[in-house]
């Protein structure tokens, strides 16, 4: 059982950082249009559209990557001081009665929009038209993989509720932890205090350069 939700945790990491490299497309084609717009004084129509798609893409695809790391937003003021088995109790009540429908509601929505975006070759406004049902499609697409992710994180709860902690998952990068930066790099608090304090010296001299 470990072994099959470690295989789904990989699979959203992969598709998520897959479609990480959204960011690095969408930062040079926003850079080459600002270029073309204000140097060479011709802009393309198309460009806010791509943009708004990409970055919607983005947006929708994290989704699942988010949710296999256990990033999603929540109250951890109260929640981090549960015991393990009233957190799984907790998840598992939210995942049943609002994740699973909204996100069911969500995929069903999405498909629809995507049927009727490719029966018509739904395209954008612009003199140079982009075709828009590929990007409705990631609306189901998106809807299946958090669907796929959720049912994981729910045996996730039922696993804990039975063993009393939480089953181990995939970690990918995280937020720089400062102390542990401090331990790789041996630095010391007092090294840190005691370099503050030369620079203020220096500073306090007289003609110090500013």
């Not at 690095?24 to 004084?41: C, D, G």
């Not at 988010?66 to 109260?78: A, I």
């Not at 038209?129 to 697409?141: G, Q, R």
Request: with cysteine.
């Amino acid at each position: 059982m470990q072994a099959l939700l470690l295989a789904v945790d990989r699979l959203s990491t992969w598709i998520g950082q897959a479609f990480a490299w959204l960011i690095v497309v969408l930062t040079l084609q926003i850079s080459w249009e600002v270029f073309a717009r204000y140097v060479l004084n011709d802009p393309a129509d198309w460009a806010i559209n791509a943009q708004i798609m990409m970055y919607g893409t983005l947006f929708m695809m994290a989704g699942a990557y988010t949710l296999s790391k256990n990033g999603h937003v929540r109250g951890d003021v109260l929640y981090g001081f549960f015991r393990p088995r009233t957190q799984a109790t907790i998840d598992l009540v939210l995942y049943v009665v609002f994740f699973l429908p909204g996100i069911v509601a969500l995929t069903w929505a999405g498909w629809t929009y995507f049927n009727e975006s490719l029966a018509i070759r739904e395209s954008t406004f612009s003199a140079t038209p982009l075709p828009m049902y590929p990007f409705k499609f990631m609306i189901p697409f998106a809807g299946l993989m958090l669907l796929l992710q959720g049912f994981v994180e729910i045996v996730r709860c039922v696993v804990c509720l039975r063993d009393g902690h939480w089953p181990s998952r995939e970690h990918d990068v995280e937020e720089v932890d400062v102390d542990k930066l401090k331990e790789m790099v041996h630095v010391k608090d007092e090294d840190i205090a005691a370099l503050d304090a030369v620079v203020v010296a220096h500073e306090a001299r007289p003609g110090a350069a500013r």
